[in-house]
């Protein structure tokens, strides 16, 4: 069956960098969108970034353009995100999802996805 593990998270502090991974199992991840999202604490989950099937086609939330990276290893089926400048605001638990569909531009908001991991924590503090 299709399985996502996220791995990467911790404590850091600010203007830190910090590289999520999402390991696929049971499917190529090639074949399918991949995005991450975050949740705070009494917060709404929200999109962080995506990376499309195959064309490898990238969308970024505003929050993280600039500072944030996704990219595909196809020969590890891993996706990963490198964090960079990161801020206190970026608290949060962080999880990947995969979605089968094909996009022009992959969707941010998270209902498509059809698989997600359990997430990794994400703490920025000084």
């Known amino acids: 069956q299709v399985q996502l593990v996220e791995s990467g998270g911790g404590l850091v502090q600010p203007g830190s960098s910090l590289r999520l991974s999402c390991a696929a199992s049971?499917?190529?991840?090639?074949?399918?969108?991949i995005g991450w999202f975050r949740q705070a604490p009494g917060k709404e989950r929200e999109g962080v970034s995506c990376?499309?099937?195959?064309?490898?086609?990238?969308n970024y939330a505003d929050s993280a353009k600039g500072r944030f990276i996704i990219s595909r290893d196809s020969a590890k089926n891993t996706v990963y995100l490198q964090m960079n400048s990161l801020k206190p605001e970026d608290t949060a638990v962080y999880y990947c999802?995969?979605?089968?569909?094909?996009?022009?531009?992959?969707?941010?908001?998270?209902?498509?996805?059809?698989?997600w991991g359990q997430g990794t924590q994400v703490t920025v503090s000084s």
């Open positions: 049971g499917f190529t991840l090639d074949d399918y969108t």
């Open positions: 999802a995969a979605d089968p569909n094909w996009y022009y531009n992959c969707p941010l908001s998270g209902w498509p996805y059809d698989a």
């Open positions: 990376i499309g099937r195959r064309d490898d086609s990238t």
